[in-house]
């Protein structure tokens, strides 16, 4: 809030310049229209009220006062010329009432002027007030508007790199074997920034290098198991093998982590050489897991899925029990959840299971996993990461070639098992 | 064999049982200090985990402005989680809150966020004449993290550069073949700097077709204002 404004008060000499200057004015035009009559005192009321009455106005109560005994001086000396006692007198009583009325015109004037002033100050400093008080109101919803826009884009931008992984992990699963490895270190480098690394094969007692990102040259090249006593033992637990935080800062270990893979009939170690200590936590080490478990699980299950197409296409129940039960993990740890589709004939005698297999195995999306119901009743379409969207795409994609097909999709999330999810898919 | 014999051997070889234990001692724990320094596997696989809450859609700033007293408390230990220079305003913002103990939460984690970064810079700043290639870049992420705006006052922030600008310097001599973390890390000190001669020639010599080589020219073409205007 503001201070209340102290205005200057007039000066006297402003005071007298103005009383000098009206009475000037007045006696001019006086003297000009009734140079017999001084003081006008034979008009009613008298101009001269016109002097004490300004000059309250302007100036207040004393000032109106003292301009109109100052107009009654004026008066009586010009009246009384001589200045004699006796006229002095009869003067005063012929003329009390003007007289007494220039300094009451004064005093009136002077005191509306205090009144109407003292409202004008006060509206003045409220008007002041409030224009502060909206002009700090106005910033201040401006900043909050601007706070907010930053923390939703933050909220927008949070896990931005993670809500797209599994459009990441969808490119990585068809990519050709010699190219998939340097794009798995590349997603890793995006999505975790890990920023070296180095993928190996194990050939008996050999690591054998298939793909390297920003490594050192020692990780470019074939190396002896044994020359990576952290690689023997990740693959002797089957487990992520770290340094602990203190080494990883300053030591010069040759490399942060370890972590074992395993695909079809390959396996293999992860080296992270290096990354910032800022990403050195166990969520980025879980996400690396994540995406490395993932990709070589899917891209063997793409393999058996196109080895079953050709013998029919679809997957052993347990086999698709445990990818529900993975996807199932996944939904849990990571929110991230996936899709389930049922499909049934409505009408067996019109199409055949076999042609109900052949268009969902068209209208199917480079990822998925199929099994039958039991007795050939319909099939069991698994979507891993996908949402409802991605669900109901391929329902019409199938119904569209197959019209009486009655389709249901479930999202694949929350703490129930695998075993209770697959009765209601069945039920469903 | 005599007595006098026996008690010969068997007091030379107990003679010898020190020497065996030393020995043991000094050949077997070289492997296990190694391993001490290891982590095996992932505690968040077995760990329980907290209850995942319904996300509140109300935008913050409605919530910081209409929630009061021990209601934030929730936020100012939250926070803790959050990198500190993205925490930091909102932490200071709490500091203003008219519950003592959400002043204090706020007080202590930013406080305790800025402690952790600045103890780990000086400790590394310590060993930089002679720590690894690692722990330089350690130094020189963790100097960069501190001179975020919410964390580093503007008037320090030139002093504060100059000071990383020596470290990258260092590292320059010391390293003949830097890593890559290394090189980026130098070259974003250099760039924080406005030493773009130097930023540039690190760069150049990172891996050709290397993201971190993408993400950095595209960083130095900002910082040196090359990006072409692409008009919409």
């Known amino acids: 809030m503001l201070k209340p404004s102290n205005p200057q008060p007039p000066s006297f000499l402003q005071i007298l310049r103005d009383i000098v200057l009206i009475g000037l004015l007045l006696a001019g035009l006086n003297a000009v229209i009734s140079p017999a009559d001084r003081g006008w005192l034979l008009q009613n009321p008298t101009p001269w009220l016109l002097l ?72 003045t400093e409220n008007g002041k007030w409030l224009e502060s008080e909206s002009k700090r109101l106005r910033a201040e919803s401006q900043l909050a508007r601007q706070a907010r826009h930053q923390i939703q884009e933050r909220l927008a931008m949070w896990n931005a790199p993670l809500a797209c992984l599994d459009d990441d992990l969808r490119r990585l699963i068809p990519m050709p074997e010699t190219e998939v490895y340097e794009g798995l270190l590349r997603t890793l480098y995006s999505t975790c920034q890990v920023t070296s690394s180095a993928i190996f094969r194990r050939s008996g007692s050999e690591l054998l ?10 990780f470019k090249s074939p190396m002896g198991l044994a020359d990576l006593p952290m690689a023997v033992h990740a693959i002797e637990t089957g487990e992520l093998v770290t340094l602990d935080v203190a080494a990883a800062e300053s030591g010069d270990a040759a490399c942060l982590a370890v972590l074992p893979w395993d695909a079809h009939d390959t396996h293999g170690v992860l080296i992270i050489e290096d990354m910032p200590m800022s990403e050195f936590t166990w969520s980025v080490f879980e996400r690396v897991e994540l995406i490395v478990r993932w990709t070589f699980m899917l891209r063997e299950l793409r393999l058996a899925t196109a080895a079953e197409l050709r013998s029919g296409g679809l997957l052993p129940q347990g086999d698709f029990l445990a990818l529900l039960s993975r996807s199932l993990e996944t939904a849990r740890d990571h929110l991230l959840p996936s899709s389930s589709l049922t ?33 050939d009743a319909g099939l069991v379409v698994l979507l891993p990461f996908a949402g409802d969207a991605a669900a109901e795409a391929m329902a019409q994609a199938v119904r569209h070639s197959i019209p009486d097909v009655r389709a249901a999709r479930y999202t694949i999330a929350g703490a129930e098992r695998p075993e209770v999810i697959w009765g209601r898919l069945l039920q469903g | 064999m005599s007595d ?59 919530q910081l402005r209409g929630m009061h007293g021990s209601e934030m408390n929730g936020y100012a230990v939250g926070l803790r989680h ?8 909102v932490l200071r913002y709490l500091q203003h809150c008219a519950d003592p103990a959400v002043e204090l939460y706020a007080q202590t984690v930013l406080q305790g966020g800025k402690d952790v970064l600045q103890s780990l810079c000086g400790r590394l700043q310590e060993s ?105």
């Open chain 2, 82 to 89: 959050l990198p500190v220079e993205a925490a930091a305003p």
């Open chain 2, 128 to 232: 930089s004449a002679t720590c690894s290639q690692r722990g330089m870049c350690a130094l020189l992420e963790v100097g960069l993290r501190l001179a975020h705006p919410a964390l580093l006052p503007s008037s320090e922030k030139a002093s504060w550069i100059s000071r990383m600008e020596a470290n990258a310097e260092q590292a320059l001599a010391r390293f003949s073949q830097p890593s890559v973390r290394l090189l980026a890390a130098m070259a974003r000190v250099f760039m924080a700097a406005r030493r773009l001669e130097h930023a540039a020639a690190l760069i150049q010599r990172l891996p050709a077709n290397s993201p971190v080589k993408q993400e950095l020219s595209q960083a130095f073409a900002f910082a040196s204002r090359q990006l072409p205007v692409l008009d919409s």
């Open chain 2, 4 to 62: 006098h014999s026996m008690q010969l051997l068997i007091l030379s070889a107990l003679s010898l049982v020190p020497l065996v234990i030393v020995l043991a001692l000094g050949l077997a724990p070289r492997g296990q200090e190694k391993m001490r320094n290891w982590r095996v596997g992932n505690p968040l696989h077995t760990a329980v985990l907290p209850v995942v809450r319904p996300a509140f859609l109300e935008p913050l700033v409605s």
């Open chain 1, 343 to 375: 499909l049934r004939l409505a009408d067996s005698k019109s199409t055949t299971f076999g042609e109900l297999v052949k268009a969902t195995s068209v209208a199917a999306p480079e990822i998925c996993a199929m099994t039958a119901m039991p007795g």
């Open chain 1, 52 to 123: 004490p009455t300004l000059i309250g106005l302007r100036y207040g109560v004393w000032s109106g006062c003292v301009s109109g005994v100052l107009t009654a001086g004026g008066m009586v000396l010009a009246n009384i010329g001589s200045g004699e006692k006796d006229l002095l007198v009869e003067f005063a009583d012929a003329h009390a009432i003007t007289l007494v009325a220039l300094v009451l015109a004064g005093f009136i004037c002077g005191e509306a002027r205090e009144l109407s002033w003292r409202k004008s100050r006060e509206w």
């Open chain 1, 209 to 218: 290098p298939l793909a390297s990102l920003h490594t050192s040259e020692r």
